[in-house]
């Protein structure tokens, strides 16, 4: 598979994100710390994704099906946290690419599950390394101290916020 270089256009999300963080409200909300941070993140694995020219939509589905292959597509809908209609497609699409076949199933004939190809098993190898340079990249400068704690902090927002009462009693609206 060819690969295309990243290229650097005009100053860019990443440009106004650090002016916002560093001069504009450097004590602004965690969350929009976070929201900023995955921004540029995904933005960053994007560019590399597009070298091998696979979508970032289709990132969080591969992910899940090289560790689960064979899930419903409610099941693979649920698992990244998307709404099953924008699940079916981005599968129409990377049915489209060769990534994944879906199939009923003769002892089920109701739902549709995914299988990948051997073309999407063989992306691992070539996608995985981008996602874990896009991390390199990201905690360059920090000590292992920092991205210990940093890890620690998150998980701790992670559980308390998969605690917050307007989350677990059910609430209407999400």
């Known amino acids: 598979m060819m690969t295309k270089p990243i290229t650097r256009n005009k100053p860019g999300v990443e440009d106004r994100v650090l002016k916002h963080w560093h001069a504009a409200v450097p004590n602004d909300r965690m969350a929009h710390l976070i929201k900023d941070a995955t921004r540029v993140f995904l933005r960053s694995l994007q560019v590399r994704l597009a070298r091998?020219?696979?979508?970032?939509?289709?990132?969080?589905?591969?992910?899940?099906?090289?560790?689960?292959?064979?899930?419903?597509?409610?099941?693979?809908?649920?698992?990244?946290?998307?709404?099953?209609?924008?699940?079916?497609?981005?599968?129409?699409?990377m049915e489209s690419l060769g990534y994944v076949t879906r199939e009923h199933r003769?002892?089920?004939r109701k739902n549709l599950y995914v299988f990948l190809t051997p073309k999407g098993r063989r992306l691992k190898q070539a996608l995985v390394p981008l996602a874990e340079e896009v991390n390199a990249v990201a905690l360059t400068g920090?000590?292992?101290?920092?991205?210990?704690?940093?890890?620690?902090?998150?998980?701790?927002m992670i559980d308390n916020l998969s605690q917050d009462p307007a989350i677990t009693d059910g609430s209407k609206g999400m």
């Open 142 to 156: 920090l000590s292992d101290g920092d991205v210990a704690a940093t890890r620690r902090a998150l998980l701790a």
């Open 106 to 108: 003769p002892d089920n």
């Open 52 to 93: 091998h020219d696979v979508q970032l939509g289709h990132w969080s589905f591969l992910r899940i099906l090289w560790e689960q292959d064979g899930l419903t597509q409610r099941e693979l809908s649920d698992e990244a946290g998307f709404m099953e209609p924008t699940t079916v497609i981005a599968l129409r699409s």
